[in-house]
């Protein structure tokens, strides 16, 4: 549930982001919402790379299956590492050493 | 349409789902993971992201020369497996093709693949994992 938790404080935060889906493309957009299997909503997409971006001229929404991204290309500031890793230590302390 | 039932939480989707329910009749552009595009009627989804879609036509788009082509498919139940993405369509925002005879855009279609060294089928054959 880490990264789900970690997708809902970007989506307060209104971050925008680029998803990288296996097939190359490349979408950004504004993080609306995500879900336990991370399957991603961006809000007002558009285009960085022409080559990589799969014609969607006339949709300004859109969602993104979680198991079709490859990378979620964030912004460094967003990201508090400490604070992540302090959650990454006790999820794993919940979940035990033997698992 | 009747609202989905969920035990537990009156009224809220469980924390797993994402909201689709906003998307159900509406006009998606679907995107496959074999890279087709599929335009349709949201009428029903589950957890899987299977989607029920009504009235699909299968758009084939030639982006050098602005046209497409539609080819009708009915109703259909999609996998969720299969699907990459998919958009609500804005009939305000104009895309700047024009429709084409399908016969000719398929024609480019499999000349620009030819070319391209690009397969026609899964994207995703050897990413699975």
Redesign the interface.
Known sequence: MLFFSFFRTLVDRNVQVTVE???D?C?TGTLQ?????L?L?LAN?SVNDPDRY????????????G??V?YVHLPAHEVDTESLQDSCRREAKQVGPNR | MEQPVFEGRPGKLP??????EE?VDKKL?I?L?D?R?LIGWLRTFD?F?NLLVEHIVERH?I?EEKVFADIYLGTMLIR??N?????????E?????TEAPLADVLAKEAQNEASDGKKGMD??AE?ES
């Open positions: 889906l296996k097939n493309l979408i919402s995500a879900d336990q299997f399957n909503k997409v799969p014609h969607l001229l006339s949709v300004k929404n859109c969602f993104i299956r198991s079709v490859r | 924390h797993w789902a994402s909201n689709l998307h552009l995107i993971r890279g595009k957890q992201t788009i982006f969720g497996e699907v990459c993405l998919f958009g609500e369509v804005d009939p925002r104009q895309d700047g093709l994207l995703f990413a």
